[in-house]
């Protein structure tokens, strides 16, 4: 297990040299890659995004992932998540990965469903691989690509953050916990509200990994109430 702080080891600052013609935008996100020692850690350490340290940094504050445990991975793809879930859960845990994109396979214990969470069809097909279960924990890292207009970035989110929460009713176990990925300022007093009233514990973070020009963080809430009357 990780104990030490997930800072990665920062490589010399490189340029790009190679006199391809790109557009300004691709070049500074070529930079920014190149550049990103997260980026460079996670082709050394085997995972297939950057994303992974966030969920390496939320595990390391919050200890979600126990062996054993059911996992429900939503926006799983490229699965950088998937795969620092199912060393923690290890061979005796489960994982069922969801997006809409396709995914290379996962190791054992690790299922996919390439479909889109907000239909039912995807939903259906959770079902029956838990058939009858419900999940320890509930990760989302869902996002629609980035529009440029915050406000609709923002209604976008929110929309899968409703719907994780309403899932959370039909497939999380009591005192279990959901992760989801908002964006500042994003999450609505109203369900926040609502989160408050069944789950013990609602917090806000933003994983050291996450970029600080980016406007994500991450709702955790732990202690899920589902029969709680308010
Ligand atoms: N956690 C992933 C990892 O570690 O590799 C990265 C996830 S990426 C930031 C966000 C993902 O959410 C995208 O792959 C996208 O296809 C997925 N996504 C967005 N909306 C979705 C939806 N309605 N249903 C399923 N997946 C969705």
Redesign the pocket.
């Known amino acids: 297990m990780r104990e030490k702080p997930l800072s990665p080891n920062r490589p010399h600052k490189q340029i790009l040299k190679d006199g391809k013609k790109r557009t300004a935008s691709s070049k500074r996100w070529l930079l920014r890659q190149i550049n990103d020692p997260y980026v460079q850690n996670a082709k050394t350490e085997g995972y297939?995004?950057r994303?992974?340290y966030k969920?390496l940094d939320l595990d390391q504050k919050f200890r979600l992932l126990k062996s054993g445990a059911t996992v429900i991975?939503?926006?799983?793809?490229?699965?950088?998540?998937?795969q620092v879930t199912l060393k923690k859960v290890g061979t005796k845990g489960t994982i069922i990965a969801?997006?809409?994109?396709p995914m290379e396979a996962l190791e054992e214990g690790g299922h996919i469903i390439q479909?889109?969470?907000?239909e039912a069809a995807?939903l259906s097909k959770l079902a029956d691989l838990l058939s009858g279960k419900k999940a320890d924990v509930i990760l989302s890292?869902?996002?629609?690509p980035a529009c440029g207009m915050s406000s609709v970035d923002h209604m976008r989110i929110m929309i899968?953050l409703e719907m994780v929460y309403d899932f959370c009713f039909l497939s999380l176990k009591p005192n279990g916990a959901m992760v989801a990925?908002v964006l500042r300022g994003g999450t609505e007093n109203v369900l926040l509200q609502k989160l408050k009233k069944h789950f013990a514990k609602v917090v806000h973070f933003k994983p050291p990994s996450s970029r600080q020009e980016s406007s994500e963080m991450y709702l955790v809430a732990t202690g899920f109430r589902p029969d709680k009357i308010s």
């Open positions: 297939r995004s994303s992974a969920l991975d939503l926006g799983a793809a490229p699965g950088g998540w998937s969801v997006d809409l994109q479909g889109d969470f907000l995807t890292d869902m996002a629609a899968l990925k």
